[in-house]
């Protein structure tokens, strides 16, 4: 007697999925499709890398005030909302427009690219951190995932989702994934929906909300629907204020580098010529500068900064160099003073990296392009 066994097919296309010609209708990754024993329906490649598509176009679209405006009109006992922060370039920076919409409903944060931080990483210190920066804004997060797509953190992430929003707490609500440029949320999607069991009679679709805000939706049992909002703006960040080459060198690839070393009152550290940090007044204390393996710095007197900073404009010796900062006038400073507390404490840069130091009563200057935003935090590493 012949041996009987369902055929999987695409949600999308209906094709019945196989493994074996790329070029056939219904092809999947066998990878992926041996993984499938109780699933009845998936995507197709074909049709996965068309939804990855319509993906990228709805977050190309940057409105943070439609996505505001959206938010107030949700019910908070009928909403959680999934918060997608990058843990390198995360400065405690919480805008004014995410506060808005996330204040007074339920949060739930997911860090990604925490394999950046190699051996560096404490996930202790990175919870406090985020916990801390958010608090301060009076958002208190229900929950806290850090995770990296190259490792199976995101895969326990996304089961914790399955949990929580479809047989567990948050059963009969509506998730909203909200993020800023360039913080993993397509990477978080993607491999949701690789994973994705649609168990209702709706098909996944791109939709325009209130008639100004695109959004995919995503079906859930009970009628609840999973929304992947666009980016709201990054204007805060390092990133946004230089040429793509330097965004390039800024970025992390890999793991982060560090430099460490001693610091003192008339002590500075030049960060190419498109930052530095002064320390003017304070005890010697060790110092970790977290950022870009690309990124260059340099340890000078704090009196000859400025003249170091500016000859590096134009010999180009430390990288990273923009053309789009001629002057001192195209940057602005902060001012920092820290207790003797020995807690260890950072100073972050949105997009350029962190500094991480012990409280010795120092006083310290960050000097950054006007624009970018700059924090002070519980160390995150």
């Known amino acids: 007697m012949g041996q009987g066994r369902k055929v999987l097919r695409c949600i999308r296309c209906g094709e019945a999925l196989q493994s074996t010609n790329p070029k056939a209708k219904g092809y999947i990754s066998p990878e992926f499709l041996n993984e499938q024993n109780e699933i009845t329906a998936i995507y197709c490649d074909e049709c ?59 949060v739930v944060v997911v860090g990604t690219k925490r394999k950046l ?48 929003f479809i047989d567990g707490d948050f059963k009969g609500r509506d998730a909203f994934m909200v993020g800023r440029k360039n913080s993993g949320k397509t990477t978080l999607i993607g491999s949701f929906l690789k994973k994705y069991n649609n168990q209702s009679n709706e098909n996944i679709n791109v939709e325009w909300l209130n008639k100004n805000l695109k959004a995919t939706i995503i079906p859930l049992p009970d009628g609840n629907k999973f929304y992947e909002l666009p980016d709201l703006s990054n204007n805060n960040s390092i990133i946004s204020k230089v040429e793509k080459p330097i965004q390039y060198l800024l970025i992390p690839k890999g793991t982060i580098d560090t430099h460490g070393g001693s610091l003192k009152g008339g002590d500075a550290v030049q960060i190419g010529s498109i930052a530095g940090i002064e320390v003017t007044e304070g005890d010697s204390t060790y110092y970790k500068y977290y950022c870009s393996k690309q990124v260059e710095v340099k340890k000078v007197a704090a009196s000859k900064f400025n003249d170091s900073f500016k000859n590096n404009m134009i010999n ?24 003797k507390d020995g807690i260890y404490h950072e100073i972050a840069a949105e997009g350029l990296g962190f500094i991480v130091f012990k409280g010795v009563g120092q006083t310290i200057r960050i000097c950054v392009p006007k624009g970018v935003y700059v924090s002070s935090n519980l160390g995150r590493a």
């Open 48 to 106: 996965y890398d068309a939804i990855s598509l319509i993906n990228a176009r709805v977050q190309s679209t940057h409105d943070d005030q439609a996505v505001v405006s959206y938010f107030k009109k949700l019910r908070k006992d009928r909403t959680v909302i999934l918060y997608v922060m990058d843990l390198f370039s995360f400065s405690g920076l919480i805008d004014e427009d995410f506060v808005a919409l996330a204040k007074g409903k339920d």
């Open 117 to 164: 931080f190699g051996n560096y990483f404490n996930a202790k210190k990175m919870e406090n951190c985020i916990i801390n920066a958010l608090e301060e804004k009076g958002i208190k997060p229900l929950k806290i995932y850090m995770v990296d797509k190259n490792d199976k953190s995101i895969d326990d992430a996304i089961e914790a989702f399955k949990r929580h």
């Open 316 to 339: 180009k010796l430390i990288r990273p160099v923009s053309s789009n900062f001629i002057t001192m006038l195209d940057f602005e400073v902060f001012e920092f003073v820290f207790a």
